[in-house]
């Protein structure tokens, strides 16, 4: 395993630069993040936000963090936040990467139930779960939120962060599970992410009084924004 083989995973169509990081979690577990840029820019979810946002969701603390170079915007932040130690340079034999991947879950609802209780939600008190799938595969997620508001990602998106960087691009629905509210519901922002990784595809809504809905991504935010011209 090295940088240039993990950078291989990164989904950068638009700046062509790609970045990965591995965190340690206080428990043991070693955490890849990719970066995940976004036709709109400002969505893009860096390798460090993404790291650290997966391993939360485990239930770990990040502790260190591995990056072939520390020049990144987000490490002071990253840093600060959890106390973390930085180490660059090459990477050593001991690191084994957490599977992110389970096997396609059949009965999304009784999965999406208890990870709500996994959900950091310290600022909202609003916990979501998601199942995001391929035709062989699943990747959980709870939204996650840090001491910056705009370092946190949606359920949607540390689902999708697991699954890009375990290697997944061919996404066939995601579901989506809230404990409170009349209607589960993708946030803007994931709908714009949504729209990219899998705008054919249906996300499958369990709303919080145990009702059920079924929707087309792409009706989800009309006119979004996409351009095949981007880049020329």
Known sequence: MNWNTLSLLAYVPYSKIPQT?????????????????NISYPLTISCLQAACCICLSYGETPKI??????????????????????????LTNNIILKEYKEPYITSKIDVLKPLLATAITKNSNFPVSAVLDTNEFSFTGVNIEVSDWSMGLCAERVALSKALASGNIDFSAISVHTLKGEFSSPCGACRQVLKEHLPLSKAKLFHANDTYSEHFINDFLPYNFSSKSLGD
Do not use: M
Request: hydrophobic share 35%.
């Open 21 to 37: 990081c591995i965190v340690e979690g206080d428990k043991g577990g070693y955490y890849l993040g990719v970066r995940i840029e």
């Open 65 to 90: 963090i591995y990056i072939e170079h520390p020049t990144h915007p987000q490490i002071e932040f990253w840093k600060k936040e959890f106390d973390c130690t930085l180490i660059s340079g090459a």
